[in-house]
């Protein structure tokens, strides 16, 4: 099992970014998947931001990132995209992937840092 996030970076507020996660060695379209955040300062703490199920036919987020992020999945390519926009500096940490129950070995996430 491999999970790689990317696509993270140094972005000012208000600005957008698009994180990925290209996933291997399990049945990626058999899995409702989630992103998660780690902030700074909070190791192992990874909070759950946004899920998508299977079939893509229902996504949940976070209170604080519905209308701003969206979660997609391309199951051809085996891949999870989060697309954000208008970010906040207290959005600033390490971004991962994983299933709804965070079942899988976890990837070296994507750093997204968040300047005022």
């Known amino acids: 099992v491999h999970l790689m996030e990317s696509g993270g970076g140094l972005v000012q507020s208000e600005g957008s970014l698009r994180l990925s996660c290209a996933a291997s060695?399990?049945?990626?379209?058999?899995?409702?998947m989630s992103w998660y955040r780690e902030a700074p300062g909070k190791e192992r703490e990874r909070e759950w931001i946004?899920?998508?199920?299977?079939?893509?036919?229902?996504?949940d987020y976070k209170k604080s990132v519905s209308g701003r992020f969206t979660i997609s999945r391309d199951n051809a390519l085996n891949t999870m995209y989060l697309q954000m926009s208008r970010l906040k500096p207290e959005e600033t940490g390490r971004y991962y992937c994983?299933?709804?129950?965070?079942?899988?070995?976890w990837g070296q996430g994507t750093q997204v840092v968040v300047s005022s």
């Open positions: 060695g399990f049945p990626f379209s058999n899995r409702d």
């Open positions: 994983n299933d709804v129950i965070k079942s899988l070995n």
């Open positions: 946004a899920s998508i199920n299977q079939f893509d036919e229902r996504t």
